[in-house]
């Protein structure tokens, strides 16, 4: 038994968790160089007793003495924490080689501030590594493979629903932090493994791809974990196509991209026609579209901490290759061979951070179930309202009576989708009681709506406002 978790067990028992380190700092996302805000969270630091103690040796990087290192640290020496690679000692002041950030229960090693300029830097978490996490499917599955692992958050997270999870990364810098934190975190069944995209695992099957992938788009090639060196968004379009061939039947892949809108051209279109011969189901959710000068100020501010400034010859690149605006989101692909494909695009705008795996998958199921159903079978089936689903109407009296002017529902958990009904979506709606067949409510309806009430039955289903009961 490797007992490098040893060393987890003494930051557990000195609290170094997600939960306490948000209540001892508050909000808390450190970017490179940003002096203000380090001198800030030390200092909060400093209220926080042994966890604030560890916060200042591997958070905020600001370090401690050498006595109050030692007690928080303890039983492990310091000499050996620094042997494992997680401290500097020198002098008056042990601080980390390494920071370790939090999510979940993982504890991981990530580069410190100043390897900001390495072009192979391991960059600690971001918005988008939380945000593939709560994307991703947690079902349990036999192969998982986390395609651009850096850190290795997504391995890691996965490591509890996967029997074996294979983690890759064209650096192999970043595979050392992955294998690293697997062994901090005790995920014994993580396998990293270094080379370029699918190359490490060539000829193998899985049950489920995720991907944060270096998506940006740019004329640089500098970052790794930023840059493909692909062509605008060529690093989305290959893992679209190379995926299908690397999964089991009813397999997904999921992963976070951008996608240029090019003047002239219809961007589903462009995604559309990545999805041609894959033998896969595709969701697309659009997150964002930015303008190109926004987009570009965006990423400058969060990848260069202001060090340089690319601004104007990214514009220029933008300019040239008749970029309109670039559009942000996440994509999952399910491999269905042997039928039609269906494919959806839809805007979600993530209202809190919390995982919603699971209303994607139930998302495929409902798509299917539209898909496949006749309207004979659907007047058969109860059809009741989402858990936690929403009704907000807006009425205005009148004549002595209320006439209801908007309605709007809206799903609570899950994905957070909103739709606008009129009155009769509203009656077929709360018809749906979970107990009458969708025909007995349709009774209730001229004869000449029913078409529409199936129209409006099957895009209530679709999104999850109405499940079969
Ligand atoms: C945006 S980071 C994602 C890190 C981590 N998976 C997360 O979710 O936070 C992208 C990672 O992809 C790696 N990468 C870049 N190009 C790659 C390639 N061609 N093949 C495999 N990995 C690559 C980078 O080294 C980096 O670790």
Known sequence: MDDFGLFRDVLDRGGYSASNIAMILGPNEFLPGDPVNTRFFHYRAGLGGTTGTLIRIFLTHTGTGVEEARQALAPIPLEDWAAAGFLELSGDTVRGRIRLHTASDVILAVDPAEAASRPDQVMGLTQASLLAANFTLRRP?????????????QALLASPQARQVFATDVSPRAVEFARFNARLNRRTNVRCLAGGLFEPVRGQLFDQIVSNPPFFISPDSRLLYRDSGMRLDGMVRQIIGE???YLNEGGYCQLLANWVHLKGEDWKQRILSWQEGTGCDLWVLRTEVLDPATYARNWINETTGGAENPFDEWLR?????NIEAIGSGMIAMRKKTGGANWHRIEEFTPVSPAPFGEAVEQGFRLTDYVNGTSDAELSR???????????????RFDAGRWLTE??????????????????????LLTGCDGRKTFGEVLSGFPQNAWPSCFQVARSLVWRGFLLPA
């Open 406 to 427: 908007a309605a709007e529902i809206r799903l609570t958990s899950g994905i957070p989708f909103r739709a606008q009904l009129d009155q009769n979506s509203l009656r």
């Open 381 to 395: 089936a109860v059809l009741q309202g989402a858990p936690g689903l929403t009704l907000n109407q807006h009425a």
């Open 141 to 153: 599955v036999n192969r998982f493979l986390d395609l651009g692992t850096g850190n290795g958050i």
């Open 243 to 245: 995926a299908p061939g």
């Open 317 to 321: 690149f933008y300019e040239q290759e």
